[in-house]
């Protein structure tokens, strides 16, 4: 998905070489994202002239397109915006004149690198064309340039930021600009220690005016939002930031990193601070100002300059040969990382802090709802029985795109769970406001802090699973399976009746990452069996039942996303209503056949396989004398308890699609026609 990144030097002398590269080295870290275009947008030879930069394909294109283009790369600049974009295509087809940064005229007057969607381009663009602007590309985003060209030309003097809120006004859909980005970081550096680690937050001022002056300013701001008259910029508030200044007010030299994403600032610097909704920062002369319409909605009046503890190394591939490869074999630590200081397993006890305000609130609701996409969704359907079992509240589980298509009745005593890796899914991100518009209580259950879902929703769990750069998602589905089991066992610590079970749960919880490092050993016979087995097929079955359906599910998606091999997941007990006509001796099929409370059931459809002269490869517990016969072919997971099993049978399935993949040699961190982050509906 779309990736940003800008970089802005301050009274801090750099050459092109220098900017150009931290720009390429920025859009290098947001690849995993998944995209199919890149471009930039410098400062060109002579004042106000810009050299922009679009190549189609991967960042190493656009590095030799730079290269071959030969600007001069030793002009030295004190002080610099330079902008770039990594495009994963919407609105138009991959082409160079497609990729982003876009240009409001000839001389590059407003540049624009956008994520996101307008929703109202296609009216913004008639009114725009209208008014005698030609449009090069089929972009939503182009209109934002145009626009703000067109409000500018009607009020020369205009500030650089009324005028950013009077486009950004006009914008519906869900947008991040250089301009502005949701949600956006940016990182700081600068060589001596800052004033304060916070920046303060400026408003509109009417707020603050007398009542009579305030509906005067009322009624000027309403005729603003017409594009014929930007806001009135005496109604801004401006105020210095003092982070920024040095003893005697006067701003001090500055380096600033703009991104959609913190693992391409990390290099940079430590120091960053991370925009919420709404928010327009404002760049210029070295200060940082952030700027927002309205006072008393409910945001902070300052952004706290906070420290990652992202490393870079934690987003490198270390040893692995790729992402996905690394972020399955991070598994015993990353779910660790997720119960760390929150189960207790000495004491029995879970304590989940961002929930504990609203824990009995949730308890008394008369519905749970979790809503998802993909593999995300595979979570929430692999925790339902557990939920169901310890709390006795109804559960749903929603694909957001399905929920939305049908807007599915929400009630203000139903509690919506979000569950998504990125945070930022544009179908779960649609969903959640659904939900918030009908006064439900919602609570997120994501990775990546500070995203769009984690700061809209009323509470919820980070699962603490590290960054995840795969666009196939591994570790951060067993994590959001932990984090779900534990979010069931916070809610049920009431009830005497279940105590033995959620013992019995927190226990196996307490094993899991000890049983992921047994399971990892089978990596090389894995690799082997798909060799062997699964070279050159054309399709794939995999066959599981009750808790064991959405691992078969979750097994599909994955094989199907990063090896292109056809792969289909049936619930066992519906193997004879159909689907049983494929299978022969040569279909290949997995099995999920570790022990629960409905293995005698699995086993009639293992049966039914067999008798058809299929030889499926079984998932089993150890030494299951069902299975013993050396004819069977097998992966022996270890054997928990049976909410928890899921967990265990993933990881064999997971290594199957990262080696088939790999067998194939395909490009398995990013799969073709995917994105890491899906940010359009
Ligand atoms: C998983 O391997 C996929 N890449 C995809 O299904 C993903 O889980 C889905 O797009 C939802 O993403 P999210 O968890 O970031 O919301």
């Known amino acids: 998905m779309c990736g940003i990144f800008g970089y802005i030097n301050y009274l801090v002398e750099r050459d092109r070489q220098f900017i150009i590269d931290t720009l390429l080295n920025g859009l290098s870290r947001l690849e995993y994202r998944g995209y199919d275009s890149a471009g930039m947008a410098v400062d060109g030879d002579k004042k106000n002239e810009v050299q922009a930069f679009k190549e189609v394909g991967k960042v190493a294109k656009l590095r030799e397109l730079i290269a071959e283009s030969k600007p001069d790369m030793t002009k030295s600049f004190e002080s610099h915006a330079g902008i770039s974009h990594t495009r994963w295509a919407t609105h138009g087809t991959p082409t160079r004149q497609n990729c982003h940064p876009h240009r409001s005229d000839a001389n590059w007057e407003f540049a624009v690198v956008h994520n996101g969607i307008i929703t109202n381009y296609k009216e913004l663009k008639a009114l725009l064309e209208s008014k005698g602007f030609r449009f090069e590309t089929e972009t939503d985003t182009e209109c934002i340039a145009k626009l703000a060209k067109y409000l500018y030309d009607q009020h020369p003097d205009i500030e650089f930021t009324v005028l950013a809120k009077a486009v950004i006004k006009e914008l519906e859909g869900a947008f991040g600009l250089l301009l502005k980005v949701p949600p956006l970081v940016i990182g700081v550096r600068t060589s001596k220690k800052m004033k304060v680690d916070f920046v303060d937050v400026e408003y509109s001022e009417e707020g603050a005016l007398p009542a009579e002056q305030a509906s005067q300013n009322a009624a000027i701001k309403k005729s603003s939002a017409s594009l014929l008259a930007p806001p009135d910029k005496s109604l801004l508030h401006r105020s210095q930031s003092r982070a920024f200044l040095s003893d005697d007010g006067i701003p001090q030299p500055a380096e600033f990193f703009l991104s959609s994403d913190p693992s391409a600032i990390v290099e940079h610097t430590k120091k960053v601070l991370y925009l919420e909704d709404d928010d327009i920062a404002h760049i210029h002369e070295g200060q940082l100002n952030i ?7 409910g945001t902070s ?53 961002g929930l504990r305000q609203y824990i009995s609130t949730i308890r008394r609701c008369r519905r749970i709802i979790f809503i998802a996409c993909g593999t995300s969704y595979h979570s929430c359907m692999a925790v339902r029985g557990v939920f169901e079992e310890l709390t006795e509240i109804p559960i749903a589980v929603e694909l957001a795109s399905d929920f939305l298509d049908r807007q599915a009745p929400v009630f203000r005593d139903d509690t919506c769970v979000f569950v998504s890796q990125s945070g930022e899914t544009a179908d779960s991100l649609m969903a959640l406001r659904y939900c918030l518009e009908r006064g439900a209580l919602t609570v997120g259950v994501v990775n990546v802090v500070g995203s769009s879902i984690s700061l809209l929703t009323h509470c919820g769990v980070h699962i603490n699973a590290g960054p995840e750069i795969g666009v196939a998602s591994t570790k951060a589905y067993t994590s959001q399976f932990v984090a779900m089991v534990m979010f069931a066992l916070s809610l049920s610590e009431d009830r005497a009746s279940k105590a033995k079970r959620r013992e019995e749960i927190m226990e196996g919880l307490a094993k899991i990452s000890e049983q992921f490092r047994e399971i990892l050993k089978l990596n090389e016979s894995i690799k082997d069996m798909c060799a062997k087995f699964f070279k050159d097929q054309k399709s794939l079955l995999l066959l599981g039942r009750g808790a064991q359906f959405p691992t078969a599910l979750e097994g599909a998606l994955k094989i199907k996303e990063i090896s292109y091999l056809h792969c289909e997941a049936v619930m066992s007990g519906e193997l004879k ?45 150890p030494e299951d004398p069902e299975f013993s016969s050396a004819q069977t072919e097998k992966i022996a997971v270890p054997k928990t308890v049976d909410c928890l099993q899921g967990l265990l049978n993933v ?23 995917l994105a890491k982050s899906v940010t359009v509906e």
């Open 291 to 297: 700027h927002r319409l309205t006072k008393d909605d």
């Open 651 to 673: 990881i064999p399935l997971q290594l199957v699609s990262y080696w088939l993949a790999v067998g194939e040699g395909l490009n398995v961190d990013f799969p073709r026609n």
């Open 301 to 353: 009046n300052v952004r706290t300059i906070q420290t990652i503890e992202l490393e870079l190394q934690e987003i490198m591939k270390g040893k692995f040969d790729h992402f996905m490869q690394k972020e399955i074999f991070e598994q015993p630590e990353s779910v660790v990382n997720t119960m760390r200081g929150r189960l207790d397993a000495v004491n029995k006890k879970v304590t989940l802090g």
């Open 577 to 621: 209503h159909g689907v049983l006509a494929l299978v022969d001796e040569n279909l290949p099929i997995i099995m999920i056949l570790t022990r629960d409370n409905l293995f005698t059931k699995s086993l009639n459809a293992y049966q039914q396989v067999i008798a058809r002269g299929g030889r499926p490869i079984v998932i089993c517990n």
